[in-house]
């Protein structure tokens, strides 16, 4: 019979390779770092119990295979994990006497250039230590990669690709479905770093630290490392940051990168410490696994115990409900947290939550909160029937081996995030304070279900005040935002509802020629708004099908008592630029910016266009002699060139 240090010895080499598989091979975290880490150092003594290792344990083999979008290459020479720690005595005991570099651990994607006759030849990504994928197209487009290099021999070099976390979170703020926004920048870098198409690549900022020169021809580098880092820098590389250090002063070093690492834009995951003497560091050898001259070390986990208080479920525009612990508050590297996100149901179930719970928290790599452990594992939490956002039904689904929660309603509330968004926005009904995120955390508490919801927040206001990100103050001025966008105009009305192609231009179109009465146009049919110019069938068509649901016209009487809707008063000596096209480029000087312009223009029955044509009335442009290509555009249609001053005096006295 199989002893049960042997059966957990298995159990633990299939879970670790399946959460390696994950987040190296399909850009996904099924474990936090702190527990694969807590599990491999538990798999890691079993071993040298039993003297047992299985041939696929992490222990002795090097990461996951690459993936087969790209073309594959086998290593000169096999890139090994490093071995770790994170004592900082060990670190210091590991040094001896001898001097050593001191550099970030940065957490990216590692990659292999080589170089030949001063130009890139060739870059490969780890992989799994032997086989890589090419990916020198994309490498050509890294910011800060030379492409050629003085040195004209055959060189080796290996380094990190990263994109920075003010690069990661402007490209996830970009990206409006909020399920499909990155977890982490390593997750976004790998991603870019091995797309098929090198111009997504360059548009994602991608930045090359290099951190082990491999090898460089007829270079005498005295037997030092830090002669092969000023070799590199001289090169052109941007080089890992790294400090040199001894046993005396390696303890000051570590926490000088400690205090750094809390501001530190690039993402790093620790340290690592490497013996100047090259020499020696050969010298010693390797293991299976890991080379003898380098050691990496990964920051101690500030830890707390708090209590689990509740999880919320967090519905989401694609249906995915995400659960989100919290729980009471404490203090970690330096601030109060008292969130985190589950991710998945796979990690409810892994970790046995229940509400009440004794639980430990940290911030991985000192920034994100998770859940490290649960101490009580009580396993009873209820996983929701129904969506906390419209009470449909949800359903657990398994994909990649891992299980989430979904609402099956299609007409869900937190599905139409995209609507709300447009009906809060500037050109609609201009509310402040809601927020994508806002949104959807109040679409998930159930506090919004249709537009007119929104005017009636303040049913929840104990609910809201006492939310993360909130309080009496934020509560005060969204509530003053939501009152004042009570008073406003039906073109901004027509534009919030969302129905498809009728842009705030249109909006205004629509309403001047139905006279600003909305009943009149709720009761045109498709032939009378085709007939408009500028309208066509496709979008009348889109206009009578929400207009003639039975739905939207229950909730659009339902917005509009609650709307003070401006008629403005127009009259046909007010009209003065009624039937002409104008174009508005440039920046101005009597007006706060063009839209101020063109809503002055429009009062007074004119148009502004995008492009000049031949229809053109003038183009609006203090740079009157610019090459522009609408000053060109314009000249050569002989539309006249105004400047600001000469079109006030022409057309508005």
Known sequence: MESPKVSRIKELVDILNEASKAYYAQDREIISNFEYDRLYDELEALEKETGVVLANSPTVSVGYEAVEELPKERHGSAMLSLGKTKSREELQDWLLDKEGLLSWKLDGLTIVLTYNEGKLAKAVTRGNGEIGEVITNNARTFKNLPLTIPYQGELILRGEAVITYQDFEKINAEIEDADAKYKNPRNLCSGSVRQLNNEITAKRNVRFYAFALVKAEDADFGNSRMAQFLFLKEQGFDVVEYHKVDKDTIQEQIQVYAEKVKSYDIPSDGLVLTYDDIAYGQSLGRTAKFPRDSIAFKWADEIRETTLTEIEWSPSRTGLINPVAVFEPVELEGTTVSRASVHNISIVKEL?????????????????????????????????????????????????????????????????????????????????????????????????????????????????????????????????????????????????????????????????????DLEKLQNATALELSSIEGVGEVLAAAITGYMQSEKNKEELAKLCRELQIEIPAVSAESQTLAGKNFVVTGSLNHFANRDELKALIEEKGGKVTGSVTGKTECLINNDITSNSSKNKKAKELQVPILTEEDFMEKYLQ
Not at 355 to 370: E, L, R
Not at 448 to 461: G, P, R, T
Not at 484 to 505: C, D, E, F, H, N
């Open 352 to 516: 046995q939550l229940g509400i009440g719970d004794k639980i430990t928290v940290y911030k991985a790599n000192m920034i994100i909160p998770q859940i490290a452990d649960n101490l009580t594992r009580s396993d009873n939490l209820d996983i929701p029937c129904t969506c906390p956002a419209c009470g449909g039904s949800t359903e657990i689904k398994k994909m990649n081996e891992t299980e989430s929660l979904y609402c099956t309603n299609p007409e869900c509330a937190a599905k139409k995030i995209k609507a709300f968004t447009l009906f809060v926005s500037r050109d609609a009904m201009n509310m402040d304070g809601l927020s994508e995120a806002t949104l959807e955390k109040f679409i998930g508490r159930g506090y919004i279900h249709e537009f007119v919801d929104l005017f009636h927040l303040a049913d929840y206001k104990d609910d809201i005040v006492e939310m993360e990100g909130f309080g009496e103050k934020s509560y005060n001025n969204l509530t003053e935002s939501i009152e004042k966008a009570r008073k406003t105009t039906l073109p901004r009305v027509i534009y919030s509802l969302g129905i498809p192609g009728i842009g705030v231009q249109n909006a205004k179109m629509l309403c001047k020629y139905f006279a600003h």
